[in-house]
Every structure is written in C-alpha cells, then in structure tokens.
C-alpha cells in the first residue's frame, strides 16, 4: 500500500520525474530569472530529462500583438469595477451602506465579505500572538539546551512545548469547548490504536470522521446543558472563538491524515529512514516507527498552532519526519516570504478600497449594467476569493516556517494564470489536493476509473467545505467540466501533435473553453449560486450585444492563453517544471 501512495494525478501532459526541494540540500534548482521569477517556490516541481524547448517567442511579431491587446484589455478590465464603485454612479446608494471606513485616500473599504473580514480584523492580534509564540520557543529551547549534555539533532524537545502552547491558545479560541475537541480526538485515536493493521480500521476512520462532520453541522458545535442541565455553567465560557466546529472541517483532515498513516504503517515492512535532504513527498509516504504513533505526538500534530486554524494541511508522517530530522529553512527565505505577503496583503487592500464588487453582488445592485459590467464584476468576485484565501494561508505557513515546520504552500499559481481544469485544482489549496490524492484519489483506485473517482472526489471536497446545495452542484459541474479536458488529452496528446503548428492554437482553444466552465462553475460554488449565474449567463449570452461581448471576450482570453503557454515555456527554459 505504500508504494501505491507515491502515484501522482492522471493525464500530465509529458513525462516527469521528481526531484528535490528548494530547501534540499543536495539540490540547487536553477535560479529563475526575468519573468519566472514571479514563479512560487514549491517541492513538488519536476524535472523533464533530455527535452528540447522551441526558442522563445516574445519578441515575435505574434506576441508583440498579444501585448497589444494585453495593454488594451487588462486597464479596461480594473478600470470597469472601480467606475462601477464610485460614489457618482446611479447604483451606489443599494450597496452603500455594507462599506465601512477606509484608510486609503479618504475611500471607503468593502470589509463585507465575512470569512476575510475575520481575518482582516484580527492580522495586528494574529501578528502579536505569533511574535509571543516566537519569542516563548525561543526561550524554551535555550531552557531545553542548557538542561540537555548535548545539543539534540532532532526536534522532537518541541514537543511538549506545542503541547503546553496549544492547549492555552485552544482555551482562549473556544473556551470550554477544548473538552469536546479533546474527547472527538481521543475517539478517533481509540479507533486507529484497537483497529491495528485490520481494514476496519480505515473504514470506521471514515464513518465517525464523516459523522463528526454532519453532527458538528446539525448540533452547532453541541452545547453542554443538551447533554445535561448541571453542565450547562460550561456553556458561560465560550472564547473569543466559539464556533470551533466551523475549522473543525481542517481538524477532521489531520484525524485521518494521523489514522491512515497509522494504518499504513502498521501494515508496512518497516526499517525506512529519511534524513534533512528528503522531499516533501518522501516525508509523506515513509511509515514512522511505530512507536512514534503515540498519543502525545498526535494531540500535538493535530492542534500544532500555526497550523490549526486554517492549515495548509500537513500529513502526520511529514510533520513527525521533520521533528525527527529538521531541515533547514533559512532565514532568507523566511524573509522573502513576508516581503510576498505584505505585498499581496497591500494589493488586496487596494481592491477592497477601489473596488466594491462583493457589496454589488450581495445586494445585487447591479440593475442596468451591461455583460461587460456583469463580467467584471463576476471577474473580480473570483479575485477576492483567491486573495481571501491566499493570505490567510500564507501567513499561518510563514508561522509555521519561524517554528522550523515547512507545510505545503496552498496557492502556487495566480487565479487568472490558469487553463486547465486540472492544473487550476492542483495549484489552488495544493496542500488539501495532496491530502486528497493520498486518502482518497488514490484507494479508490485513482487513474483505473478516473471519471467515477474525480465525481466523488469532487463531491466529498463540495461537502467538506459546506453542506449545501450550492456547493455540491459546484462539485458535480467541477467534475463534468473536466472530462471536456480528458477526452481532448486523449484524442489530441503532446506526444503525438506537439510537433505540429496548429496544435498550440488548438490547445488554446481548448484553454478558452476551460477557463469559461471555470469561471461558471466557482461562480456558483463561491459568488453568486445558480441562480445568480442564471441571470448572468441570460444577460451575457442571452442578448445579441452580450453574444458580441462574449466573443471579443473569447477572442481576449485566447490571448490570455497563449501568454500562459509561453510562460511556462520559459519556466521549463530556466529549469523549472510544474504540473500545472
């Protein structure tokens, strides 16, 4: 079973094989340059041997009119959202009232959008409590040194400090709800202990896990008077936090992250070592010592306080390797991370202030717009869904990456810099991909049935993130839009046309339509719903003025693709390879 782990995602388009992170010490990647450095750094790259690239086309006079009507297009694209946001416009007034106070030339912010707002509003007390956990690690492990003869070449003295932290930072988040917490976790680790190595194991891993989700659901995160009216006194003591359940759904990945790696191990021959230079995926997939599997090393991997509220998610064999034998995360780079955030913070704040779109769509004040209107602010919805997630994730890594722990980065490729269906899935929330790929994709038998797998994938991954319709149609268009891509995979292969011409243009072709049924289908899974993606599809493609702008914007997104394209043939021209 554990071999069978190490099996990628179906349909890559060329041969690949993998090599060593950037933090590898027996490997130095080459260094990007010009464009590609923009590129995000991430271990799971790799490497084509012995392939030849077409020189690079930039300055031809193809692309030099790709540029043209980039210098067009892009300006006319920001510029719409932040017509439609001012103040003079006739529609203003329907959305005025959900913006608040801003700090950026006298405009005001739209703060509306409750999951970011969250996170916005607490990033000063976020950032004080993570230089508290610094400096708190700090002294311990001066404490840990100066108590030990030697100094240890492990991590594994972390422990007991994530403990004692995790367990203050919990009681301060949900109050008196870390007993409930404490109890479902027990639960599950009672299930992998008495399962062993027999296949019950997994199975009721699954059942409870799937159980705990729905009941979280059901009950609000349970109160302690419905149990019994003499704990009801519980119930004064909520945190500063109370809806534990709400990122409980993070909490129940690394329940069976810690159970099946449990499972697998059990079950393994056993005797594998890593060292300080092994890859991210090589952390995932070597069984620990069984003795490793304790009660101790899960409670502190599962409520691990970088990583707890939001993730990335990390997998218990790499957290427990990387305790084991650490690797080296230079300062520099640590460094360059924060630079990337702040930047991606300042344009994120920049969007709010300029750019009112959620307001717009949540009070649908978007009477009289035209299709172009309706598309952009469709468009820069989808933006602020990719930054409210970025940023949340990269500030809990860069968190994690102070406190020596290297998690998978969440967002390796910008939102519009995506045409497959396929790669857009493995760069946005890579670290939940990776979780899916080795839990689920994988024992139900991955590549063998590859459309049965991907429908259920993609209908426990809408159910995982909310039980409701809306999500789960989000799931099922999900997966019919990518059988378009499978079946052009198949008909039309790299291997066999990529010689040719015309097969480039083709492809972008193919990478339109991809970027349309994207576009469509996280509309309704995270914008609008069905019924807002109804009345926008009639106002598009209903009307011969919004069948000319779907043309024209056709045409611009074809233009798009090819940039990509090229894009990453500079990537691969400068040593850097990616899937997606």
Sequence with gaps: MSEDIAIDMPT??????????????????????GITSLTVDIPASSRILDESHPLPRWKTPEFIFYYVVALFAIPLMAWVPIYLSSPSHPNYPYYQYRLSPGWMFGREVDNSDTQYRSFRNNILSLSFLVLIFIALKYIYTRSAFRSASSIPSDKLYLIPFFLTFSALYLTGLHGTSIFKIAF??????????????????????????????????????????????????????????????????????????FNMDYYWAYNSRGGETLNSTSTEKQRANTPLPLEDYTYRNYIAYVLYPPLYIAGPILTFNNFMWQLRCPIDIPMRVQTRYLVRFLVNLLIMESILHYMYVVA???????????????????????????????????????????????????????MVNNYSALGFWRSWHRSYNLWIVRYIYIPLGGTKNVAL????????????????FRLLAWGWLVSFFILPELLARYLLPQTKYGQFSWYRHVCAIGGVLNILMMVSANLVGFVIGTDGLTY?????????QGFRFLLVASCIIFVGVQLMFEYREEEMRRGIYRRC
């Excluded at 890559?12 to 340059?33: A, M, V």
């Excluded at 926008?536 to 011969?544: F, K, L, N, P, R």
Aim: charge should be positive.
């Design 12 to 33: 890559d388009l060329r041969n690949q094989e993998s090599h060593f992170s950037t933090f590898d010490l027996d490997y130095t990647p080459p260094k990007p340059g």
């Design 360 to 414: 717009i769509k949540d009070t649908k004040a978007w009477q009289g717009y035209t299709p172009l209107e309706l598309s952009m602010i469709g468009f820069w919805n989808l933006i602020i869904v990719w930054f409210k997630l970025l940023l949340p994730w990269r500030f809990f890594r860069l968190w994690s990456l102070t406190s020596g722990i290297d998690p998978p980065e969440n967002m390796v490729r910008c």
């Design 184 to 257: 479902i976790l027990t639960a599950n680790y009672w299930i992998a202990k008495t399962s062993g190595g027999s296949r019950k194991g997994p199975l009721l891993t699954w059942i409870f896990n799937v159980l705990i989700l729905f009941a979280n659901e059901r009950y609000g995160g349970y109160r302690y008077a419905s149990f019994h009216s003499s704990l009801k006194v519980l119930d004064a003591f909520q945190g500063i936090y109370p809806r534990w359940h709400i990122s409980f759904n993070i909490t129940m990945l690394r329940l069976v992250s």
């Design 536 to 544: 926008m599809a009639s106002q598009v493609a209903g009307t011969w």
């Design 453 to 468: 797998t991907t429908a259920l994938v993609f209908s426990f991954v809408a159910l995982w993130h909310d039980l409701s």
